[in-house]
C-alpha cells in the first residue's frame, strides 16, 4: 500500500467515514490495515492488577481499519487523491499526488541506473 505512517487520510467508508483528515498511526500487515488517530474506538475491560490500568476498568483503544477504506489527503488538492510513484531526473523515487501531480516525499536515494540521460 502507498499509505505511510504520519500521512493524513480521509475516511471514505464504514461508521466513522467523515471528511475530517485523520493521522495514520501505524502501518500493520504490510499495509493491508492501517490504525488511525481517534478513528475505530473501542472499549476493553480490563481485570484490577493489569500494567496499563492498575485499578481496573475500561481502556478506550483504536484499532485497525482496513487500507480500502482510506484514502490519502493531498494539502495542496485539500482533498483525498490516489498516491503514485516515479523517478525524478537524479534518480531518486518519489511519492506524488495523482490529482496535482505535487511531490509528497522521497523514498529512495538517487540510483545512476534510473537518472535521466
Known sequence: MKIQRGDSVL??????AGSTPRQVVQVLDGGKKVVLEGVNRVFKHVRRGHPKSPQGGRLQIE???DSSNV????????KGTRVGYRFRDDGSKERFCKGCSTSINTISPAKAAHAAK
Do not use: A, E, M, Q
Not at 475516511?11 to 466513522?16: E, L, M, P, Q, T
Open 71 to 78: 484514502k490519502f489527503y493531498c494539502s495542496s488538492c485539500s
Open 63 to 65: 484499532l485497525p481499519v
Open 11 to 16: 475516511v471514505i467508508s464504514g461508521n466513522d
